[in-house]
């Protein structure tokens, strides 16, 4: 299976081979990003100010921050979807210059497509590398029945529950094997329950292909449970407050067992109290604003 | 037990009961509606019918019912001073048809260009705007002038009426693209032509379908305005014939003709959109329907 995979892998650096752990093409560098957006009225916003970070390869960072912080922001320019206004983003070691190669983005709304079924939803990433139809619905349906979706290639979007149509943005997402995974809060809007299941998918799943993945959330316990690494952005305009190294041995098993653990507890309290003040600030900023 | 047993057959028996009324309901709905159409019907006819007997409307100007039916069995039987009926209908019939798909891949084509393109959509802009205001059925005069009798100018004038009508949909539908989608394909690496073909297109699809159900009733429309305006075939030629004799009746009788034409293609057009856009959430009204 990972072989099949490995053959579509996007990217032309000679180093990137196969999957992410330990693989150089697939560290994220930012230096000194910063993003600032043209509003309506012709003024300038500044959304991120001077974000370093580093991901090492087959890392799994995550990014708390207060709403409109920047942290949507900070991934669009990974991506390549948008250019920073000054700093640079390196995958790999090669500047982010347009959209970058062996990337995958699950984003915050939902990017299903509407009027293709869930077989070809998936597919679509292998279809757009040029990968015969064939071999790509191979792909696919193996994608699907990892995620527990077997049976419903034929459905259309809406005609699935929101729990499962984060199942096929996962698939799509991870069916190019990319080097480099961003989530703009992928389970934000599900249940417990179901956010706990998927949370035990995704780490299984990238536990076997290692992409370096940066991944935004709001729920910290989520943060702790998934990540190496959590990133905590001040409010806007976003700058990095602090980095936490979560030492939580892995495979870290069950995401709703590890919530019990004391170092988790003691991890959590550290991270929430530098967040409070941030989320408070942010609070304050945006009633102001409305005042 | 023997309580929960009985229990589980009464809540059986009330369900089936409650089905069995909705089935009713709707019944009861739909034979209403149709009590209320076919009576709408007779009321219209019959009220043309009457008063133009009694005297009180002049059917040497309004026509009558019967006398409609008259005009339309002859056109059918007898023929016309042009042809058989059948004949002048088909040709309607093509240039309506022609007028319909060229406008059509016309206005998608250039709506889905200048949809997507914002610096060509902010240029040319005003000036479709500009033109879109002018009155375009005047164009046939000059098109006749200028090309003829024949079927050309007709083709020519429903194409361009067809034209803006899908144009501004297909533009308006590119507009309205989920940008979350094409930022999606353009992650995995899509080109523009991959970006209309997987995003774009699809998703202005509702969009320009929509319009083609009054697109179809433009192309007759232009079809048969130029006939009018000059040609030596079509049904155009007959209704102005007939206005030169003060016959109304042959005038109503082309009318009934046309419409069923344009219903049949709406019919088609709906197939086409049923199966196109198979993809959509049933709306509302459907999902009730049970
Ligand atoms: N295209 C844009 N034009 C102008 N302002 C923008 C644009 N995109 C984002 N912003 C602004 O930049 C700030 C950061 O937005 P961003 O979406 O990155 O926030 P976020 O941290 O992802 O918030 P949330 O957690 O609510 O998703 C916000 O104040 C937003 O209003
Ligand atoms: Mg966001």
Known sequence: MTTVSELHRRGGTPTDHGGGGGDEGARIEIHGLTKRYLTPKGETFTAIRDVSLTVEPGQFCAIVGPTGCGKSTTLAQVSGLEHPSAGSVSVGGKVVDGITNGVSYMFQADALFPWKTVLNNVLIGPVLLGTPKREATELAMDWLRRVGLSGFEDRYPHQLSGGMRKRVAMAAALINNPRILLMDEPFGALDVQTKAIMQNELLQLWEGLRPSVLFITHDLDEAVALADKVVIMTSSPGTIKNVFDIDLPRPRGDVQQIRHEERFLELQGQIWSSLKDEVTRAYKQTAGASA | ?290
């Open chain 2, 1 to 290: 037990m023997t309580s929960l047993a009985q229990n589980a057959a009464l809540v059986r028996e009330q369900e089936a009961e409650l089905k069995a009324s909705a089935r009713r309901a709707v019944t009861l709905r739909k034979t209403w509606i149709w009590v209320g159409r076919i009576l709408l019907a007779v009321i219209v006819i019959g009220g043309w019918q009457w008063f133009t007997e009694a005297g009180w409307v002049d059917k040497f100007f309004f026509g009558q019912p019967t006398e409609v039916w008259n005009s339309l069995v002859k056109l059918f039987t007898d023929g016309t001073a042009f042809g058989s009926i059948w004949e002048n209908l088909w040709i309607t019939i093509q240039e309506a048809l022609g007028g319909f798909v060229v406008g059509t891949l016309a206005g998608v084509i250039l709506g889905i260009l200048l949809g997507s393109n914002r610096y060509l959509s902010d240029v040319v802009g005003p000036y479709i705007r500009i033109v879109n205001s002018i009155p375009r059925i005047v164009l046939g005069s000059i098109f006749i002038v200028a090309f003829g009798l024949g079927m050309g100018p007709k083709v020519l004038l429903a194409a361009v009426l067809v034209f803006f009508v899908v144009f501004f949909n297909a533009f308006q539908g590119v507009r309205e693209v989920d940008q979350n989608l094409i930022s999606n394909v353009r992650v995995l690496g899509a080109s523009p032509l991959q970006v209309a073909m997987h995003v774009t297109i699809p998703s202005a699809m509702t969009w320009i379908i929509a319009s083609l159900h009054s697109a179809f009733g433009f192309a007759i429309i232009g079809a048969l305005v130029a006939e009018v305006l000059g040609a030596q075939h079509g049904v155009g030629l007959i209704i102005s014939q007939a206005q030169g004799t003060f016959d109304p009746n042959t005038v109503y009788a082309c009318m009934v003709i046309i419409a069923a034409v344009t219903l049949g293609a709406e019919y088609f057009i709906s197939l086409l959109e049923h199966s196109l856009l198979k993809w959509r959430p049933p709306s509302r009204s459907e999902a009730q329907a049970i």
